[in-house]
């Protein structure tokens, strides 16, 4: 992209109105000085603040931040065909998922596109939460469930998730909630009290490092006067302190080294999960139907086309780009196209997301990055997490 190009995209404000949603800790992010927001799921998502995306990088392997991912929303499915519904929705099995549990799911549409990757989390036999990636599940969800005539409730509870992430986070959150924090193992969740309110917790998150989510409910209540959700930010943001707490949010570096897709930049339902080497969460031995199944077989029978991998390229740190870069191979021709592309302080190079073309997709493959600024910079393919 041309820097005016850039500057001018950079210079647009956003609108605010009601259908660009606030969270209950929107007041306390601006207060914080968020510079920028983006909108996912119809509501803001900061996407920094006081300091560089380096320093934020190095911030969070080290220390301890929170997050506002309230934008992750949560559609509630509940009733006697829960299960059936969200095991439609999805080929990974869920027979034997647990309460307690969160799963990472591909929910697909009738020709295997992907149309969201959220987060599957069990309340109870009856009752789970999808927290979604940016496209309507919920509407989706509804028209499945009225088609296919079952009984269930679909809503979009009052539930804000807020991310502490970080290596701290576990000693910060325990000396918040106690000790029982430990207890909780990667992509499990435990229920925890918080001013006589009810905490689903979850060691999990949009980030490499250890960290945690407090799927935050109960924004209408007060304590001492403060909104309960503002009082859950102040209290963590004080115990914080001695732990050198920032505010923060999902950093891109981090999230490029450690293979993180964003559903609509770096895949979308013109992808199939394989293409997003999502294979191990499409258990081929299950023999549940879900929506997608057939495209998906068919797709297995001719075998996968191209597949998301990282790709490690020279020159001058690329600033983070509005415009996908094209991947070229040695005679100019597009094997694939960076969407999601910044320099890593720690690989001293530049690095990116490409789903890449099958002859071209192996480690260790040379390749050409069109940057867009007249240069083209070499380049090598990666497996994913890029190799620390
Ligand atoms: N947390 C919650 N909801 C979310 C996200 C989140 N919804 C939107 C978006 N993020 C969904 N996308 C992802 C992508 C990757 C992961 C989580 C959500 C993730 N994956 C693990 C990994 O790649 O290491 C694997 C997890 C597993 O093996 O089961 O963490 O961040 N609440």
Known sequence: MSSSVENISKSIKLNMSKRIRRTPFTNRVEEL?????????????PK??????YEDYWHLAEHVQLWDVSCQRQVQISGPDALKLVQKLTPRPLQKMETGKCFYIPILDENAGMINDPVLLKLDDDMFWISIADS?????????????NLNVRIEEPDVYPLAVQGPKSEELLCSVFGEEIRKIKFFNYRVLDFHGTKQIIARSGYSKQDGFEIYFKGFEKYFDGIEMGEKLWDTIWEAGKKFNISPGCPNLIDRIEGGLMSYGNDFTKDNNPFECNLDKYCNGNSNHEYIGKEALTQIINNGVKKRMRGIIFDGDPIVATGKPLPVLNEDDKKIGEIT??????RIKKNVGLSIILKDYWNDGQKVLVDTLDEKKRNGTVTSLPFPK
Do not use: E, R
């Open 136 to 148: 309507d599940i919920l509407l989706w969800a509804k028209g499945i469930a009225l088609g296919s």
């Open 33 to 45: 000085g968020v510079s920028d927001f983006t909108v996912v799921n119809h509501m803001l998502l």
């Open 48 to 53: 920094g603040f006081k300091n560089t995306i």
């Open 340 to 345: 999601s592309g910044i320099y890593s302080p």
